[in-house]
């Protein structure tokens, strides 16, 4: 049998992979294939992931990195595709300390489920279905709209551990508050995108489930929004989150700006008193709770039905401007701020050249495109990263060489 | 090393003699940063007053193979900023521009060498704040604070230094400048300003500085809250962070530290019979919530066993709550001739038992240790007071402070939680981070920093590390 599609293993033949791998790690651990007919192997351990790295690195496998398999598309050629799934376990959930230990592989929706029962809460919601892996999230760094309120998801994270893509295991961090014991590795692998390894286990940072959850939603014209936004901000409100929709993601005739007060109840009770007033007089809706999970259910996993997806972060004040800019460019498909924030979530079709084109564009205006999510044509081409301001291009490939020093793991950092 | 006398003749052509100091009574006043356990005389400091020179500076250092540390004020609590024979030290604190306030952005753009202090000042007439608020901060930089990933007080609420910079512009150690991160805070790449943000110095030196301004709290209300046993203020802490109330600040403060400051010229009005104290801020930008939010916490704590809890009612009054809270380090001086300010985190649940512990080690080893620190985050401040011209009582701080951290490790804590690892604490790296992790840590710098040059020895124990094939020289060639 030839070698895989695409793979780099050479003669390594499919049987012969799958030989080895189930050699290693049994026959639990092989998966049915995919649709490209890619071994699927889901290692039931951190200690497993590092064995099937440091096989694949001296075997001179390539290996992509998969978690649920809702979020990027499993598409990257490969010899074997690693995924994260069997590695769902949760360690430590610390009620009183407002931390948790869980594995990279379990799902977001068990997640906050266990927490909840033991009155804890995540502040993230990022875009993709319910059952997005931790690990996916953490690897993306794809926060969603209460980022607002609470951060990007490297604010959530107490430490991690990953494995090499020699399968070397590392850890970073720790499961305290504070931490300043050595060079701060968390936070390259949160949003590293795979590239320096794989997560195999995420030390959290949590918050008490919040007492009072409130949802408003105004509709109108973009840029009334817009100033409504501002006015809240300016009017000392906190909200948990502050998103405006455009009209197809909200699946309404107009753009939505939507408002998430969560906290004490007093906090939240004060924060409606002035919603009011700083919308010129009780315009907004409230939702009831079961509209409120709804529609920002719905929100997040928009973004993981079309074809292409991808954030841009710059200063509030651009907000505006971005957004034209997304228009004239792309049109205002499926699209989600927090202009407050500066950042801003786009899907939807897309060429290779127009997302090239526009990366340029914003590098001029000093405002980076990640690519978030897309099929392997135009993810290779684009990459998840791109126009690097000065220097930074050798840095991050220094980065890549010292963490997976055979180029193991597939991941397209850059584009060609 | 280059003869100190030429070297120093070519730095003075970059940033004039005046600015190089080359006699060793000059010298030694750099040998110590605030830790007065280390000590290392430079060959020459070099301040240089610009951008320009400071680059120029290092072409030449790099050129020369000479390693250079950075410094700010030197403040630093862990033997960071020090630098040893055949070293060049840079400081910095003359590169104190503020570039930019961007109200309507809420940043702040700043050279190395800007006092975190003046910062602030700097951002309080647009009704901004620049959160991370240091014991030091009327001295310490917040070049220094990027490097060592600064907290205090009040960072329970607002992020330590790592939540609050957006981009960098970043001297690597062969003379070469690179731009992390973005103006909005989105990383541009995987997150180099994260980081770079607590790497002590050794991937570079930040020469600007985008950093995060939040806006002024309109409503504070300061609590000052009195117990009879350290269980029970630990027990309050636990039950405002279970309620979901995030105070800017939950301070204590135990017996030996409040009568260190009651005796001394920042006498806040604590109770010298207590136990134990809480100092505890709420904040916000509505008064009803924040009103709402402290009554409850009062509640809290008088479940919790509080003797009072009392208001500060005046913001004159909540001054001097606050002096007495920053300047505790000041006035433990009047204990002793010196003093070991230690630096470690645990689980907050875990702070009764550890605190205890720590009171026993100090009885054992016939120490003085005072406890000052930020209870809401866990992040213990043992203070040990001792003579530093004792040698035998040296040893025994020494050996109480390696107790110190293995209890806080033991208790699944860690040895640093905003002082930095330094000399100080290198010792102790291999309790927490197995060989591998180390190897990656070096693996890293030296993808920064090939040659070593930027403030080596410091952070990472080399011995203790495995060896990584990947990294070494060259790793920054593509």
């Keep these: ?416 | 090393m280059t003869a100190p006398s030429l070297l120093a003749r070519d730095l003075a052509a970059i940033v004039g003699e005046k600015h190089v100091r080359e006699a060793r009574a000059e010298r030694v006043t750099y040998a110590m940063d605030g830790l007065p356990t280390h000590r290392r005389v430079p060959d020459l400091v070099v301040l240089p007053g610009t951008r320009e020179e400071l680059v120029a500076v290092v072409r030449l250092l790099a050129a020369l193979a000479v390693p250079f540390v950075p410094r700010g004020a030197g403040t630093g609590l862990s033997g960071g900023a020090l630098a040893d024979a055949g070293s060049v030290l840079l400081v910095l604190m003359r590169l104190n521009r503020i570039v930019k306030i961007d109200k309507a952005n809420r940043l702040a753009v700043v050279e190395p060498g800007v006092v975190n202090a003046k910062l602030g000042a700097a951002a309080r007439p647009h009704g901004l704040q620049y959160a991370p608020d240091p014991s030091s901060q009327t001295a310490c930089t917040i070049g220094g604070n990027v490097a060592e990933n600064a907290g205090g007080p009040h960072c329970l609420k607002y992020g330590v230094t790592a939540n609050h910079i957006h981009a960098l512009e970043v001297l690597l150690a062969d003379g070469s400048l690179v731009e992390l991160g973005s103006p909005g805070g989105e990383p541009w790449g995987p997150d180099l300003v994260g980081v770079f943000v607590g790497s002590e110095g050794n991937f570079g030196i930040a020469t600007r500085i985008t950093a995060r301004l939040t806006p002024l709290p309109r409503a504070i209300r300061t609590l000052l809250a009195d117990f009879t046993s350290i269980r029970a203020a630990g027990a309050g802490v636990s039950a405002i962070i279970a309620a979901g109330i995030v105070p800017a600040a939950l301070e204590m403060m135990d017996q030996s530290c409040i009568r260190a400051v009651e005796d001394s010229v920042y006498a806040a009005g604590y109770p010298r019979d207590a136990a134990a104290i809480l100092l505890v801020e709420l904040d916000g930008r509505n008064e009803t919530a924040v009103v709402a939010e402290s009554d409850a916490v009062t509640d809290l704590l008088r479940a919790a066993g509080a003797r009072a809890v009392k208001c500060a009612a005046s913001d004159a009054e909540r001054e001097r709550l606050w002096q007495g809270r920053k300047k505790a380090f000041g006035a433990m001086g009047r204990l002793s001739r010196d003093l070991v300010v230690q630096d470690a985190v645990v689980p907050r649940s875990a702070l009764p038992d550890v605190l205890e512990t720590i009171c026993g080690i100090a009885q054992r080893y016939g120490l003085v240790v005072s406890n000052v620190f930020h209870a809401g985050d866990g992040n213990l401040h043992p203070n040990i007071s001792f003579d530093a011209t004792d040698l035998g009582m040296k040893d025994r701080v020494e050996a109480a402070s390696a107790e110190i951290m293995s209890t806080c490790i033991a208790a699944g804590g860690t040895i640093t939680g905003e002082h930095g690892v330094g000399l100080d604490k290198l010792r102790y790296m291999p309790l927490i981070f197995d060989a591998e992790s180390l190897g990656a840590m070096q693996a890293v710098r030296r993808v920064f920093d090939p040659a070593e040059l930027v403030n080596p020895g410091k952070v990472v124990p080399v011995h203790a590390c495995r060896e990584w094939a990947g990294a070494g020289a060259g790793a920054r060639a593509s």
Excluded at chain 1, 82 to 111: K, M, W
Excluded at chain 1, 131 to 141: E, K, Y
Excluded at chain 1, 373 to 387: D, I, T
């Design chain 1, 1 to 416: 049998m030839p070698g895989v599609g695409g793979g780099r293993g050479g003669g390594t033949s499919l049987v012969t992979i799958l030989e080895k791998v189930t050699a290693l790690l049994g026959e639990g651990a092989v998966l049915e294939s995919g649709t490209d007919r890619v071994p699927r192997v889901a290692p039931g351990s951190p200690d497993a992931v590092a064995l099937l790295l440091g096989t694949a690195h001296q075997e001179g496998w390539r290996v992509r990195i998969e978690g649920a398999g809702t979020w990027l598309q499993s598409d990257a050629p490969a010899d074997l595709a690693l995924t994260t799934r069997r590695l769902d376990r949760i360690p430590a959930i610390e009620p009183s300390d407002l931390t948790a230990t869980a594995e990279a592989g379990i799902g977001l929706d068990q997640l906050r489920q266990q927490l909840a029962d033991r009155g804890a809460w995540l502040g993230i919601d990022p875009p993709g279905l319910a059952g997005r892996t931790l690990g996916s999230v953490v690897a993306t760094a794809s926060a969603g709209p209460l980022r607002h309120g609470f951060g990007p998801i490297k604010d959530h994270l107490l430490g991690v551990t990953f494995v090499t893509g020699d399968g070397r295991m590392v850890q970073s961090g720790g499961r305290v508050m504070k931490n300043v014991a050595g060079y701060d590795l968390t936070r390259l692998q949160a949003g590293g995108f795979g590239a320096f390894g794989v997560i195999v286990l995420v030390h959290l940072r949590l918050r008490a489930l919040p007492r009072a959850d409130v949802t408003y939603l105004l509709e109108g014209a973009r840029e009334d929004l817009t100033q409504v936004g501002e006015d809240v901000a300016a009017a000392g409100l906190t909200p948990a989150a502050l998103e405006l929709v455009s009209p197809a993601l909200a699946r309404r005739e107009r753009w939505v700006l939507a408002v998430r007060l969560a906290g004490s109840p007093a906090l939240v009770a004060a924060d409606e008193a002035g919603l009011g007033a700083a919308s010129g007089g009780g315009r907004f809706t409230q939702l009831r709770a079961e509209e409120a999970h709804a529609f920002w259910m719905r929100l997040a996993e928009g973004f993981a039905v079309r074809p292409v997806t991808f954030r841009i972060g710059g200063v509030p004040t651009a907000s505006d401007e971005l957004l034209d800019l997304l228009q004239h460019q792309l049109g205002d498909e499926w699209i989600s701020a927090s202009p407050a924030a500066g950042s801003i979530r786009w899907t939807g079709e897309a060429s290779i050249d127009r997302l090239q084109r526009l990366r340029r564009t914003l590098a001029g205006l000093e405002v980076p495109l990640t690519l978030e999510r897309a099929p392997w044509s135009m993810r290779s081409a684009v990459g998840h990263f791109g126009a690097y301001r000065e220097g930074v291009g050798p840095l991050v490939a220094g980065l890549r060489r010292t963490f997976d020093p055979g180029g193991a793991l597939v991941v397209a950092t850059e584009g060609e």
